[in-house]
């Protein structure tokens, strides 16, 4: 190798003070936008999350711990339902059992609420999970058998 040992492990150790660093400011500017939110429009707390998740996601750095889960619940309490859906499709929301079954709770009975509550469980990603949400509930059920018939009847057109 051109550098000598010493030079190597120099550079080791300041890249991984660097990471070290890096990884803590983040975290220190999530901290910050969450601790302002009470302070300022949720919906402007919540474009401050949006504008970090796309700088964290064009450098490829990671995402401070919590930061899916607050991103998302601040997306629901501040994104129009169909403009929800649309970050939940691109992958900009992350969904977690805990938010589908506490949101799947406060939704009412309604064609519409059934209708998002079922998206949402839906995309969970662990499949065994999404049917014991199901078949807790009638309606949800019913959502399903619909849901299978006619995807059944467009696969075969």
Known sequence: SYYCPREKAS????AKEYARIQKEEIAALFAFIMEGKSKRNKYASFQLLEHLYSALGEMNLSFPKRFHADFLRLGYECLSRRMFIQYLQRNVLILDDNFVEEISKTLQTNQDDLEFSFFL????TDKARVF???KESDSMKHLL???LISNHYYSKR
């Open 11 to 14: 550079a080791l150790y300041v």
């Open 121 to 124: 469980i839906n995309r969970l």
């Open 132 to 134: 014991e949400i199901m």
């Open 145 to 147: 058998v619909q849901n």
